[in-house]
């Protein structure tokens, strides 16, 4: 497994996980095959015309894109019980976690790792239970004939997806905890955030150097550093196409937030000048 610790703004940052290929089991387990199953039966459902299976992928996609992008991210990291089922020597080397040494200072490494893998954990925990326990409640809903009980599906989803992030986010605090992580800078992505930090911040050059440019970075305010086209030179400068979609979703859902909350400090701004 190799880790990858990706800036989307000043302050936020995805993690994002892309097994190597000895970490790839021969067999597929009951979980990896049902999941399999399920991602088939909806890409043959995007392809209908009309109907309700059109109308549920329209409302899913939606729905996807709201979950947030730190439970996606958590999600890419595979249990600990299961990473050390593929390689019964786990724990006794370290894992590389790749950056931009320009935008993220490595002496943070750790603490900024620790506090993606803490910080949502009981979030994930509560949620999970909460959705495996309203899931029965809405099994009656399945005796209509024809459209699938969409509720149940959805919380099952919900929760298998929260247990995900959770065996995620444990699995990562090990890693920082017992130190296995071994952070490299990557020179490919810091040229890339280079070019982005010079147009987001001000007065920071794209030659500026690294040390100082990352000290650029900590005392900025809260400022998104990619743009959507990125996304996919992200995918392709870490040979891991899949990190694309999450880094759109990430780059969309913080910009969002971004803008939200600036609109709201003017018009709190704009209040206290009204009075």
């Given at each position: 497994?190799?880790?990858?610790?990706?800036?989307?703004?000043?302050?936020?940052?995805?993690?994002?996980?892309?097994?190597?290929?000895?970490?790839?089991?021969?067999?597929?387990?009951?979980?990896?095959?049902?999941?399999?199953?399920?991602?088939q039966t909806?890409?043959?459902?995007?392809?209908?015309?009309?109907?309700?299976?059109?109308?549920?992928?329209?409302?899913?996609?939606?729905?996807?894109?709201?979950?947030?992008?730190?439970?996606?991210?958590?999600?890419?990291?595979?249990?600990?019980?299961?990473?050390?089922?593929?390689?019964?020597?786990?724990?006794?080397?370290?894992?590389?976690?790749?950056?931009?040494?320009?935008?993220?200072?490595?002496?943070?490494?750790?603490?900024?790792?620790?506090?993606?893998?803490?910080?949502?954990?009981?979030?994930?925990?509560?949620?999970?239970?909460?959705?495996?326990?309203?899931?029965?409640?809405?099994?009656?809903?399945?005796?209509?004939?024809?459209?699938p009980n969409?509720?149940?599906?959805?919380?099952?989803?919900?929760?298998?997806?929260?247990?995900?992030?959770?065996?995620?986010?444990?699995?990562?605090?090990?890693?920082?905890?017992?130190?296995?992580?071994?952070?490299?800078?990557?020179?490919?992505?810091?040229?890339?955030?280079?070019?982005?930090?010079?147009?987001?911040?001000?007065?920071?050059?794209?030659?500026?150097?690294?040390?100082?440019?990352?000290?650029?970075?900590?005392?900025?305010?809260?400022?998104?550093?990619?743009?959507?086209?990125?996304?996919?030179?992200?995918?392709?400068?870490l040979e891991?196409?899949?990190?694309?979609?999450?880094?759109?979703?990430?780059?969309?859902?913080?910009?969002?937030?971004?803008?939200?909350?600036?609109?709201?400090?003017?018009?709190?701004?704009?209040?206290?000048?009204?009075?």
């Amino acid at each position: 497994m190799r880790l990858f610790l990706i800036p989307i703004s000043t302050r936020r940052a995805l993690i994002y996980a892309r097994p190597l290929r000895r970490d790839r089991p021969k067999e597929l387990s009951l979980l990896d095959r049902v999941t399999s199953k399920a991602a088939q039966t909806w890409a043959s459902w995007e392809e209908a015309d009309k109907g309700w299976k059109k109308h549920l992928v329209h409302w899913g996609n939606r729905m996807q894109q709201r979950i947030p992008y730190e439970e996606w991210g958590l999600k890419s990291i595979p249990s600990l019980s299961a990473q050390r089922r593929l390689d019964d020597q786990y724990g006794t080397h370290k894992i590389d976690v790749l950056f931009p040494g320009n935008s993220v200072r490595l002496s943070r490494i750790p603490a900024l790792l620790g506090a993606i893998a803490t910080d949502r954990q009981e979030l994930h925990r509560k949620k999970m239970w909460w959705s495996f326990a309203a899931a029965p409640i809405t099994a009656p809903l399945g005796l209509i004939p024809i459209v699938p009980n969409i509720p149940f599906f959805y919380l099952v989803y919900r929760g298998w997806s929260h247990w995900r992030a959770l065996n995620g986010s444990r699995h990562l605090e090990y890693l920082v905890q017992n130190g296995l992580l071994n952070p490299i800078s990557l020179p490919e992505l810091e040229r890339l955030y280079a070019k982005r930090a010079s147009y987001a911040l001000d007065d920071t050059q794209i030659d500026t150097p690294p040390s100082e440019m990352v000290e650029d970075v900590e005392q900025s305010d809260d400022r998104v550093l990619l743009k959507m086209s990125d996304a996919k030179k992200l995918a392709s400068i870490l040979e891991a196409p899949e990190l694309a979609l999450e880094a759109e979703r990430a780059i969309v859902q913080v910009s969002g937030q971004l803008k939200a909350q600036q609109e709201q400090k003017a018009k709190a701004e704009a209040d206290k000048k009204s009075r």
